[in-house]
Every structure is written in structure tokens, then in C-alpha cells.
């Protein structure tokens, strides 16, 4: 079951620079996508999210693009910090549950 | 800020034992989820409950898994008898309500271990 993908495992990145994760899903029966950082042995964090209304949402650094014809989503970070270093997941909801990709390792080195 | 807690961090036990995980959801939250990770692996849904009755589940959630609303505060996965394949890292999550674009928030997590 592959219905979010993330096709890059990692991404390494310049403190200071722009850091672009990105997502496919296959369902358009999605509707709320979410972005989630995680660390290693910790849960979760959740990050920023959109609605399949909208094409972009921004929350200070964080900025989400949807391309619902694409079925594509992007993360953008900027500026890139070395606390960004951490595990980043996309997820897809259209009922109660979320659907989560595999994740892409992000490395903010100095 | 208030957030999911989760009890223990880690457990190990005997393949074929009884595992009780336990979550604290944020309280004013109505919708209960465990999803787990198999390490490697992505994030998987299990569970989902509200009312006191499971909305939805998936394949993993077999007659082997049970949740749990104890009391006002707790919210619990049990797993019957444990299997070697059932390591994994556990997760809770919570919302104020489901789908409609709400938010999930997740608890730190409770790693598994069945020898």
C-alpha cells in the first residue's frame, strides 16, 4: 500500500539554505495533508498541515504547497538551521486515520 | 503546552506474555489513535476510537489487539499474546475531533520489544 510516497530517503542541505521535501500520493480522496518531524525514538512532531482547498500555507519558515492535479506536496524550510536535522514525514487523511510516507532523513550542516 | 503522554518508554517482554500500553491523551481531545512503526519502516495506522467504541481499524488491529478508555484520562492498546513481529514502536495520538482536517498529536512512544 504506497498511497504517500516520499521518494527521497535523505536530503542534505546548508544552514542558511532553502530545504525542499517532497511528497506523491496516489488517493484523491485526500483531503488534509500534514507534515510531521520526527527524532529518533520520539514521536511525531507535527509541523504544519493544509487543505486540499488551499494551494499554500505558510507558518514562519514552514511554508506547504499542495498540487492536488499533481497529487504532489512540498515542504519548503528557509533559512535551514542544524536544529532542522531530523526525519520528516508527510501524511494524508481522508477519513480519521493518516496515512504516512516513509520519511526523508534532512542533514542541515553549517 | 499541552501534550500526549505515554507509559512505560519501553517494555520487554516474552513472546506469547500480555503487554498493557497506556496513553494520556490532551484532555480536552475526544479521538484516540495508536498507530506503530516497525523500525525501518513508516508509520502505520491501527486504531481509531471515539465514544468509547473503535471507529476504525486496520489489518494489523487483529482479535489479538484491544483498546481501552479505562477512566476519564487513560486510553490503552493491550496486546493479548505477544508475537516476535509485534516489536515495534507504538505511538498514541490524539484530536478534538476526527477527520475534518484536525490535527493529530502524537505521544513520545512506547518501544516494544518481544523476545
Known amino acids: 500500500d504506497q498511497q504517500v510516497k516520499q521518494n527521497s530517503p535523505s536530503l542534505s542541505v546548508q544552514e542558511g539554505r532553502i530545504s525542499i521535501l517532497n511528497c506523491d500520493y496516489t488517493n484523491s480522496m485526500f483531503d488534509y495533508f500534514l507534515w510531521y518531524k520526527k527524532y529518533p525514538a520520539e514521536g511525531p512532531t507535527f509541523l504544519i498541515s493544509?487543505?486540499?482547498?488551499?494551494d499554500k500555507n505558510e507558518d514562519g519558515r514552514f511554508t506547504v504547497f499542495l498540487n492536488k492535479s499533481a497529487k504532489h506536496l512540498s515542504l519548503h524550510i528557509v533559512p535551514s538551521q542544524p536544529g532542522d536535522s531530523a526525519v520528516y514525514f508527510c501524511?494524508?487523511?481522508?477519513?480519521?486515520?493518516?496515512?504516512f510516507g516513509t520519511g526523508t532523513r534532512l542533514q542541515v550542516f553549517p | 503546552e499541552p501534550e500526549v503522554t505515554q507509559t512505560p518508554s519501553h517494555q520487554v517482554t516474552q513472546m506469547g506474555q500480555e503487554v498493557i500500553l497506556r496513553c494520556v491523551p490532551i484532555?480536552?481531545?475526544?479521538?484516540f489513535y495508536w498507530y506503530r512503526q516497525i523500525l525501518g519502516q513508516k508509520v502505520e495506522f491501527l486504531v481509531s476510537?471515539?465514544?468509547?467504541?473503535?471507529?476504525?481499524k486496520s489489518e494489523i488491529f487483529d482479535d489479538q489487539f484491544s483498546v481501552e478508555r479505562p477512566d476519564g484520562s487513560n486510553f490503552t492498546l493491550k496486546i493479548r499474546s505477544t508475537k516476535l513481529e509485534d516489536s515495534a514502536m507504538y505511538f498514541c495520538?490524539?484530536?478534538?475531533?476526527?477527520?475534518?482536517?484536525?490535527?493529530?498529536?502524537f505521544g513520545p512512544g512506547t518501544r516494544l520489544l518481544v523476545l
Open positions: 476510537f471515539y465514544n468509547n467504541e473503535i471507529s476504525e
Open positions: 501524511a494524508a487523511s481522508g477519513t480519521d486515520k493518516l496515512i
Open positions: 493544509i487543505s486540499s482547498i488551499k
Open positions: 484532555s480536552n481531545h475526544l479521538y
Open positions: 495520538a490524539s484530536s478534538r475531533r476526527t477527520g475534518d482536517q484536525e490535527t493529530q498529536y
